[in-house]
């Protein structure tokens, strides 16, 4: 049984910092990419990061270009995802993610999600 398991959410004040990370188990994603959604009350699940096998591409939402860092950990199992500058509107539970394919940045290739991680930012 796959499992993808989110730590390091939380609260934060306007313009702090936070870094997520994702830990998989029972298959290896090694070959396969690996994002980041999240949900914000009311709101849609959107697309935020992801990341590629095949040169590390990386792919972030226009809302988080510049802010955010997705990166795969040592462990070929992991990912994590580095938000720099975080405000009231980044608040909402983020989902780790992780596909069967080398390549996907939307949710419809990502079939395995973790349970999510809350995020608040505080103005």
């Known amino acids: 049984q796959v499992q993808l398991v989110e730590s390091g959410g939380g609260l934060v004040q306007a313009g702090g910092s936070l870094r997520l990370s994702c830990a998989a188990s029972?298959?290896?994603?090694?070959?396969?990419?690996m994002g980041w959604f999240r949900q914000a009350p009311g709101k849609d699940r959107e697309f935020v990061s992801a990341?590629?096998?095949?040169?590390?591409?990386?792919y972030y939402a226009a809302s988080v270009q510049g802010r955010f860092t997705i990166a795969r950990g040592n462990a070929k199992n992991t990912v994590s995802l580095h938000m720099n500058s975080l405000q009231p509107d980044d608040t909402a539970v983020y989902y780790c993610?992780?596909?069967?394919?080398?390549?996907?940045?939307?949710?419809?290739?990502?079939?395995?999600w973790g349970q999510g991680t809350q995020v608040t930012v505080s103005s």
């Open positions: 993610a992780g596909s069967d394919d080398a390549s996907c940045s939307n949710s419809g290739c990502f079939p395995y």
């Open positions: 029972g298959q290896s994603f090694s070959g396969r990419a």
């Open positions: 990341i590629y096998w095949f040169g590390r591409s990386t």
